[in-house]
T-cell receptor, first 114, second 109 residues
Framework: IAGITQAPTSQILAAGRRMTLRCTQD?????MYWYRQDLGLGLRLIHY???????GKGEVPDGYSVSRANTDDFPLTLASAVPSQTSVYFC?????????????FGEGSRLTVL | GQNIDQPTEMTATEGAIVQINCTYQ??????LFWYQQHAGEAPTFLSY??LDGLEEKGRFSSFLSRSKGYSYLLLKELQMKDSASYLC??????????WGAGTKLIIKP
């Protein structure tokens, strides 16, 4: 069982370039999320999707966009990368309506913007 | 504003017991989570509390007091593999998760 797969695992990117981080899950979870994790800060929600075809903005959405064309895939796009977007990005999913709403995370994508 | 506070770092000895505290101030409350995150890896779910009291799961227990806005994670019989960061998160009235910055636990032999 793969769970959640993220790609790439690591990337160095020049400022101003466009970048898409891919996320695929095989658990048929309705809800999916993108977080960024920076040293000394808690996980911060960028965008989320409660079900295929819908998306919503999280705490730090500026500079990022997402789409949810189907249940399994939830790509995150940086239209024009800036150095402040250097971070570790985690994709996560959860069963909506589940008792605990436990999140399942991918292994993360480490992005460096120069 | 919403806030989750937990110690930045703690050190404990193999075989001992350690308690990691978490205090929160959020807009509403719909459950508190603890996650474990080893360095360079993804967070993994440890526990969930929505009612006051203690939830025990093997060597790990989690306690909640909603009136005090307080939780702790108790780890018994510490093993070297328990060296990790422990993340506290609260689900608010909008069912969004608010995360603490995490507590880095260092286990010494």
């Amino acid at each position: 069982i793969a769970g959640i797969t993220q790609a790439p695992t690591s990337q160095i990117l020049a400022a101003g370039r466009r970048m898409t981080l891919r996320c695929t899950q095989d658990m048929r979870h309705n809800a999916m999320y993108w977080y960024r994790q920076d040293l000394g800060l808690g996980l911060r929600l960028i965008h989320y999707s409660n079900t295929a075809g819908t998306t919503g903005k999280g705490e730090v959405p500026d500079g990022y966009s997402v789409s949810r064309a189907n249940t399994d895939d939830f790509p995150l796009t940086l239209a024009s990368a800036v150095p402040s977007q250097t971070s570790v990005y985690f994709c996560a999913s959860s069963e909506s309506g589940g008792a605990t709403g436990e999140l399942f995370f991918g292994e993360g994508s480490r992005l460096t913007v120069l | 504003g919403q806030n989750i506070d937990q110690p930045t770092e703690m050190t404990a000895t193999e075989g001992a017991i350690v308690q990691i505290n978490c205090t929160y101030q959020t807009s509403g409350f719909n459950g508190l989570f603890w996650y474990q995150q080893h360095a360079g890896e993804a967070p993994t779910f440890l526990s969930y509390n929505v009612l006051d009291g203690l939830e025990e799961k093997g060597r790990f227990s989690s306690f909640l007091s909603r009136s005090k806005g307080y939780s702790y994670l108790l780890l018994k019989e510490l093993q070297m593999k328990d060296s990790a960061s422990y993340l506290c998160a609260v689900r608010d009235s909008n069912y969004q998760l608010i995360w603490g910055a995490g507590t880095k636990l260092i286990i010494k032999p």
